[in-house]
């Protein structure tokens, strides 16, 4: 079972998910995609992880902007899982950059 992060803990994590922000009890990233079939896809891609792992972000889809939200609703909170899929969502975002600056 996922235990709510410590405010350092939180602090410690975010020193390695530069593109991410705490707004209260959310992590949060915000990423323009060149193109809005390709913000899609990477939402298709990201959905595909959420199931996988059980553990889902709020998406807001602003045409080819994209806001990601991370939290546990059932711990009120930011845990691991939130930091994990934060890592999966960058992992995603640096490929779709990776390979449309190609």
């Excluded at 891609?45 to 059980?54: G, L, S, T, V």
């Excluded at 546990?72 to 899929?85: C, F, Y």
Aim: glycine share 4%.
């Amino acid at each position: 079972m996922a235990k709510l992060l410590s405010d350092d803990q939180i602090d410690e994590a975010l020193v390695g998910l530069p593109d991410w922000n705490r707004e209260g009890e959310e992590l949060v990233r915000s990423a323009e995609l060149p193109a809005f079939p390709l913000a899609i896809m990477v939402v298709n891609r990201i959905a595909e992880i959420a199931e996988n792992d059980n553990h889902h972000p709020d998406i807001d889809i602003r045409y080819r902007t994209l806001t990601f939200r991370c939290s546990t609703h059932s711990k009120a909170g930011i845990t691991d899982l939130d930091i994990s899929l934060a890592r999966e969502i960058d992992g995603v975002l640096d490929a779709v950059s990776t390979n449309s600056a190609s």
